[in-house]
C-alpha cells in the first residue's frame, strides 16, 4: 500500500496567489514525521517545511504552512503570495518511527507551476 | 551555511563499469542517508549510516555497497553498472540532537549516465 500519497500530478496557480498541494499518508505508528520538499528543475532537493506527529500546531516557514489534520491523515502544504520561482516539482515525504535517525519515504510528488 | 557536498555531479559510465559516489555530510551531523531518484521518479531510499555504522537499508541493490567513513563522510559503491541505474542520486544527512534533529538535508546529486 502506498503510504504517501499525492494525488495532483500537475498544479497551476497564477502568481501572488496561493495554493494547496495536497498529500495523504498512511502509518500505524504513533510517532512519525511529516515532510515537504521542493526539487526545481535543476535537480536539488530543498528541505521546506516540517511537522511532527505531536505537534499541537501547524507548521509554518515563511510563505510555506503546513495544513496538518490527523485524524484525515492528510498533511497538505500551502503556498500563500505565489512566485514564479515557486515552479518547481513538490514532495511530500514520511518518517516513521521514533527514530529522528530514519529513512523518508516519498510521495509521487506534485508539479506546480506558476503562470505570471 | 554548509551544505551536503557530493562529488562527482555528473558521472558517465558504460555497461559492466564500476562507480563511486562520496558524501561529505553538513559539520556535525552524524546520519548519512542515500537515495536514488529515477527519471520521473520520487526518491527511493538505499541505506544509511548513524555513526559509521549502517543504521538501515532499503532497496539496494546487492552489486551496491557503501560506508560512512571516521571524518563521517561516505561513498557509495556501484559495481557491474546496469542501463537501469542511471539516476539521480542523492546524499543526505541529520543529526541526532540538537534544534534541527528533524531536518534531513539533501545534496545537490550525483547524476550518473549508464550507456
Known amino acids: 500500500a502506498q503510504k504517501i500519497t499525492q494525488t495532483q500530478p500537475g498544479m497551476f496557480v497564477q502568481e501572488k496567489e496561493a495554493v494547496t498541494l495536497d498529500c495523504t499518508y498512511d502509518?500505524?505508528?504513533?510517532?512519525?514525521?511529516l515532510f515537504w520538499y521542493k526539487q526545481p528543475s535543476s535537480g536539488e532537493m530543498i528541505f521546506l517545511i516540517y511537522?511532527?506527529?505531536?505537534?499541537?500546531q501547524n507548521a509554518t516557514e515563511g510563505r510555506y504552512s503546513l495544513n496538518f489534520q490527523k485524524a484525515r491523515k492528510s498533511a497538505n502544504l500551502v503556498i500563500s503570495a505565489s512566485q514564479l520561482g515557486d515552479s518547481a516539482m513538490y514532495f511530500c515525504?514520511?518518517?516513521?518511527?521514533?527514530?529522528?535517525?530514519?529513512?523518508?519515504?516519498f510521495g509521487q510528488g506534485t508539479e506546480l507551476s506558476v503562470k505570471p | 551555511a554548509a551544505g551536503v557536498i557530493q562529488s562527482p555531479r555528473h558521472l558517465i559510465k558504460e555497461k559492466r563499469e564500476t562507480a563511486t559516489l562520496k558524501c561529505y555530510p553538513i559539520p556535525r551531523h552524524d546520519t548519512v542517508y542515500w537515495y536514488q531518484q529515477g527519471p520521473g521518479q520520487d526518491p527511493q531510499f538505499l541505506i544509511s549510516f548513524y555513526e559509521k555504522m549502517q543504521s538501515d537499508k532499503g532497496s539496494i541493490p546487492d552489486r551496491f555497497s557503501a560506508q560512512q567513513f571516521s571524518d563521517y563522510h561516505s561513498e557509495l559503491n556501484m559495481s557491474s553498472l546496469e542501463l537501469g541505474d542511471s539516476a539521480l542520486y542523492f546524499c543526505?544527512?541529520?543529526?541526532?540532537?540538537?534544534?534541527?534533529?528533524?531536518?534531513?538535508?539533501f545534496g545537490p546529486g550525483t547524476r550518473l549516465t549508464v550507456l
Open positions: 543526505a544527512s541529520s543529526q541526532a540532537s540538537g534544534i534541527h534533529i528533524n531536518e534531513q538535508f
Open positions: 502509518t500505524s505508528d504513533p510517532s512519525y514525521g
Open positions: 515525504a514520511m518518517r516513521e518511527g521514533g527514530n529522528q535517525g530514519g529513512k523518508l519515504i
Open positions: 511537522q511532527g506527529s505531536y505537534d499541537q
